[in-house]
């Protein structure tokens, strides 16, 4: 849980939906991830802190299809083998461990709502529409953190580097990704 007392807003950042870039701009603006020591790096843990309920909640999106092989590719490098996956079987079992964070974000936004989404492939515009980034623009630490890692979004143009993702989705991988995902999908109008 990333969030700001003097915006009343949360902050949920699902993993590799641009966590480190998006919450840049925010820590110019006071946001924290860790109640008992003010930490200021951002952190993947969903959860609503106590007595926070009524804040704004804004979360990272990202088409699912495009997380999927973005969790291969830095699966991949982590492990430092770019083979690490023999089949899209295989690396759909491990990385939907990593992808039901989905039903998460969903349970939040049926209990809470979100009030803003940043869809990873479409940052700088989302980020902008939020009221205090938007209010707070002419914040030298907030400029330099948006034309650092906003504005110059990485995330937009895939470099796949695993065979797993250097080609299309089979429709089969495709069509169990949407089955599983099929609220998600529909809740933020993302195609199958």
């Given at each position: 849980?990333?969030y700001?007392?003097?915006?009343k807003?949360?902050?949920?950042?699902?993993?590799?939906?641009g966590?480190?870039?998006?919450?840049?701009?925010?820590?110019?603006?006071?946001?924290?991830?860790?109640?008992?020591?003010?930490?200021?790096?951002?952190?993947?843990?969903?959860e609503?802190?106590?007595?926070?309920?009524y804040?704004?909640?804004?979360?990272?999106?990202?088409?699912p299809?495009?997380?999927?092989?973005?969790?291969?590719?830095?699966?991949?490098?982590?492990?430092?083998?770019?083979?690490?996956?023999?089949?899209?079987?295989?690396?759909?079992?491990d990385?939907?461990?990593?992808?039901?964070?989905?039903?998460?974000?969903?349970?939040?936004?049926?209990?809470?709502?979100?009030?803003?989404?940043?869809?990873?492939?479409?940052?700088?515009?989302?980020?902008?529409?939020?009221?205090?980034?938007k209010?707070?623009?002419?914040?030298s630490?907030?400029?330099?953190?948006?034309?650092?890692?906003?504005?110059?979004?990485?995330?937009?143009?895939?470099?796949?580097?695993?065979?797993?993702?250097?080609?299309?989705l089979?429709?089969?991988?495709?069509?169990?990704?949407?089955?599983?995902y099929q609220?998600?999908?529909?809740?933020?109008?993302?195609?199958?």
């Open positions: 849980m990333n700001s007392d003097e915006y807003t949360i902050l949920l950042l699902p993993m590799r939906q966590t480190r870039a998006v919450f840049s701009p925010f820590s110019c603006l006071g946001f924290i991830s860790d109640t008992k020591n003010n930490k200021v790096t951002p952190t993947h843990r969903l609503i802190p106590e007595g926070k309920s804040y704004d909640i804004i979360s990272t999106i990202r088409h299809y495009k997380r999927y092989k973005s969790i291969i590719e830095w699966s991949s490098k982590i492990n430092k083998n770019i083979n690490k996956y023999t089949s899209h079987k295989e690396a759909f079992e990385v939907s461990r990593i992808m039901d964070d989905y039903f998460t974000i969903l349970k939040f936004n049926n209990e809470y709502g979100l009030k803003y989404t940043i869809d990873t492939e479409n940052m700088a515009d989302d980020i902008l529409k939020i009221p205090c980034i209010d707070n623009l002419q914040d630490c907030l400029q330099h953190k948006l034309e650092s890692t906003i504005y110059t979004n990485q995330f937009i143009t895939e470099n796949p580097k695993t065979p797993l993702t250097s080609e299309p089979p429709d089969y991988i495709k069509e169990q990704i949407y089955s599983r609220e998600y999908f529909e809740t933020f109008n993302y195609q199958k």
